[in-house]
């Protein structure tokens, strides 16, 4: 009964203790999860407790003396396994996480790994099976010289892997250009080649050897790409002109960096057009986000030289194809019966008379914006509303530098602009075409005649301004109460409505 008793014990408190290495193995990884360190490798650590568990466990007494030395050799191979990849987690891996030195590239873990696994490897087989592994492989020559052989160009794309990985040129995330026209976002570095996204999506597998050997530019290593481009303008609008007009689309653009600053060239005279060159820098990689941008910018420029009563130059001869009578038209802007009728179904214009909302309409006059341009920055100077016709666009107000939030939607029929064009002051949102829209401007100086015959409508229009600052400042109801009087005698001064104030 003592023995068994003995034998019961120590069965105890092998499988306690192996409990007890599990279960901190498993509450290290998870506290490593909660602060977010690298992973604890984990299979191995466990696969070996259980393994070493079973084996003390089992009557190995009664297997061949050459089978239990295997067996001790298995149980002894996995525990230095572990313990080398733990050894590799916590002096390299953890303290480049707490910033103490460079996170170790993924191809240098997986050599340390596999060379200090087949150092180990051969001193427990030469010691525990008196087997010499290195003298077998190395006593035959003819051997040797075809696993050389065999693996040159695999050695090749290991050690230019590991000059990468070692090196600074380049990480994952980064937009590389190769020779020959390769391209892309770098995905993985492995031991045998990098692999690069393109513009497709599809999957550029460049062997490491040629990446070492080939010209190779960073394109976003400075944390902005450039994007560059040309448009041809006509050659009545003044270069100073269109660089202005150009600029002012570039800037307005919300992807476009201010640092480096964009920067617009004259680049040549052409036949029928004067040739701008475009630079932009943009923080987003890759050939997908270069043409987005591009193909925005290029789109906002068409709308804004349509503002401005310009147009992309064409030669002078132009074939038309022949169309069939019976074909529908494209609508063309609305007529001024239609502009009326929008203004009077508004809210705000309700009160006015048929002749009014006639010399309102013909004071104004029809803009378009293209989907992302902005109709008015926030904190610009202006003197008109604008009545929304045709499209959708989205009120923005910046809560801090660099981060703006989405106020409300605006859809046809609906007005903005009110508190620049009656209060003289600065526009307080950024208001920007989610589509193409249609809106009829109008300006200071074609509404101020209108307020001076209807005062009631001045006031009308001191209740929209307040009840849209309450929206982008949210205001409470006591302020709503005492601003909306110091709106109406602000607005009251600078059109003079009335007499004796």
């Not at 313990?83 to 873990?109: E, F, Y």
């Not at 002051?425 to 307020?451: F, H, N, Q, W, Y």
């Not at 849209?468 to 109801?477: G, T």
Request: contains cysteine.
């Amino acid at each position: 009964m003592g023995a068994i008793e003995a034998s019961v014990l120590a069965l105890l408190q092998i499988w306690i203790g192996a409990l007890a290495a599990m279960a901190g193995l498993l509450v290290l990884a998870r506290f490593c999860r909660t602060r977010q360190w690298p992973a604890l490798p984990l299979r191995m650590p466990l696969l070996a407790v259980i393994a070493w568990a079973l084996l003390s466990s089992l009557p190995l007494q009664g297997l061949p003396p050459a089978y239990r030395v295997w067996v001790g050799l298995t149980d002894d191979l996995l525990l230095t396994y572990a313990a080398i990849l733990m050894a590799l987690w916590v002096t390299l891996q953890l303290p480049a996480h707490l910033g103490l030195w460079r996170q170790p590239p993924q191809l240098l873990m997986q050599l340390l790994t596999l060379g200090s696994g087949a150092l180990a490897t051969v001193v427990l087989v030469r010691q525990s099976a008196r087997l010499d592994l290195v003298g077998l492989v190395t006593t035959s020559a003819v051997l040797t010289a075809v696993i050389g052989l065999a693996a040159q160009e695999s050695l090749k794309d290991l050690f230019a892997g590991l000059e990468l990985q070692l090196g600074d040129d380049f990480t994952e995330g980064d937009f590389l250009e190769l020779d020959q026209g390769v391209r892309g976002v770098v995905v993985q570095v492995s031991w045998r080649d990098t692999m690069l996204r393109n513009m497709d999506g599809h999957l550029v597998v460049v062997p490491n050897s040629l990446v070492t050997e080939r010209v190779l530019r960073n394109l976003g290593r400075s944390g902005a790409i450039s994007n560059r481009f040309s448009v041809g303008l006509d050659y009545d609008l003044p270069p100073a002109q269109a660089r202005a007009l150009l600029e002012k689309v570039v800037l307005q653009h919300p992807k476009v960096l201010r640092e480096p600053f964009p920067r617009i060239r004259v680049k040549e005279f052409q036949d029928s057009s004067i040739a701008y060159e475009l630079q932009v820098w943009q923080q987003e990689l890759g050939d997908a986000a270069i043409g987005d941008l591009r193909s925005d910018l290029l789109e906002q420029i068409w709308y804004a030289l349509a503002r401005a009563g310009q147009s992309i130059p064409f030669p002078v001869r132009e074939l038309q194809p022949r169309r069939s009578r019976d074909r529908p038209r494209l609508p063309a802007h609305p007529s001024p019966e239609l502009c009326c009728e929008a203004l009077a179904n508004a809210g705000v214009f309700a009160d006015l008379s048929g002749d009014q909302l006639e010399t309102l309409v013909e004071g104004s006059h029809l803009v378009s914006y293209g989907p992302g341009e902005a109709v008015v920055q926030e904190g610009a100077e202006g003197r008109s509303m604008f009545h929304l016709l045709r499209g959708t666009v989205e009120i923005l107000k910046e809560v801090e530098p660099g981060h703006t939030v989405t106020v409300r939607q605006l859809g046809p029929g609906e007005v903005f602009g009110e508190m620049t064009l009656f209060l003289n002051a600065p526009r307080s949102a950024t208001v920007r075409a989610k589509e193409e829209c249609l809106l009829l401007k109008v300006d200071r100086e074609s509404i101020k005649g209108l307020l001076e015959e209807n005062p009631d409508l001045l006031e009308r229009f001191a209740a929209m301004v307040q009840e849209r600052q309450a929206e982008l400042k949210s205001l409470d109801r006591e302020q709503h109460t005492e601003q909306s009087h110091t709106l109406l005698d602000t607005m009251k001064r600078l059109f003079l409505a009335f007499t004796g104030v």
